[in-house]
């Protein structure tokens, strides 16, 4: 059974007129104007996405994204922002962050509501495949838990960054598969993602950091991109 999307935006014919072109589409949609009334709904019922606007009253966009993100119970929700500040650093840090994709204003409404759709196909509301990718990942001395969120690495526990622990996540998932860069920048970063394939390099170099010895386990593959690998 699916839920609404949640809709965050403190414009209110924007937000009527947004609310408007996904419900005629089937979708259902509810509007808020600030993080507080999100959350309250939150505490209530979980949305199977989330659109944000940047620029809001008290907290904005970017810091809601952050703790939708850094909250286990809506870690893994997609989110979309959808906001009139649409330089490339505005995006890569929205991105960064952990958005699933970023629409700037003025946007159509056709656009808008194929990729709401897209992201929906996505993140499908599946149980099942929940509870299968939701099992955790053992690769050499690395453990990753999707449910907790959490990795170890030779015993000790390793904080990442979200796009790190996707990024991770993918490449444990699939041991011994390698993933071309742009691979990477579509599953982690999405189809819309402008940004070039030395993205996925400066994630990769920080993620070895941050494993340690273990690291090991994620391969260059020259030439093409990258694997993960029990070397053991």
């Not at 996405?49 to 809506?74: C, H, Y």
């Not at 808008?112 to 990718?133: F, G, N």
Request: hydrophobic share 40%.
């Amino acid at each position: 059974m699916s839920q609404p999307i949640y809709y965050v935006e403190d414009d209110l014919n924007v937000r009527n007129l947004t609310i408007y072109a996904l419900e005629q589409t089937g979708l259902e949609i509810k509007g808020f104007s600030t993080a507080n009334e999100l959350y309250a709904a939150c505490a209530v019922e979980l949305p199977d996405l989330f659109i944000l606007d940047i620029m809001l009253p008290g907290e904005d966009g970017i810091s809601i994204l952050k703790r939708l993100r850094n909250d286990a119970v809506t870690a893994d929700i997609p989110i979309m922002m959808l906001t009139a500040r649409g330089t490339e650093y505005d995006v890569v840090t929205g991105l960064d962050t952990g958005a699933d994709d970023y629409i700037r204003k003025p946007f159509s409404m056709m656009e808008l509501v194929s990729r709401v759709k897209a992201l929906l196909r996505r993140h499908p509301h599946d149980t099942k495949a929940e509870d299968e990718s939701g099992s955790a990942k053992t690769l050499g001395k690395v453990v990753l838990c999707p449910k907790q969120h959490s990795v170890e690495a030779d015993g000790e526990e390793v904080s990442l960054a979200n796009k790190e622990f996707e990024l991770l996540h993918l490449l444990m998932q699939s041991p011994g598969q390698v993933f071309s860069r742009e691979q990477i920048l579509e599953a982690i970063w999405g189809w819309t993602y402008t940004g070039n394939t030395r993205t996925v390099d400066v994630h990769i170099q920080t993620l070895r950091q941050k494993l340690g010895s273990s690291a090991e386990i994620i391969e260059t593959v020259r030439g093409v991109g990258y694997r993960a690998r029990d070397k053991s």
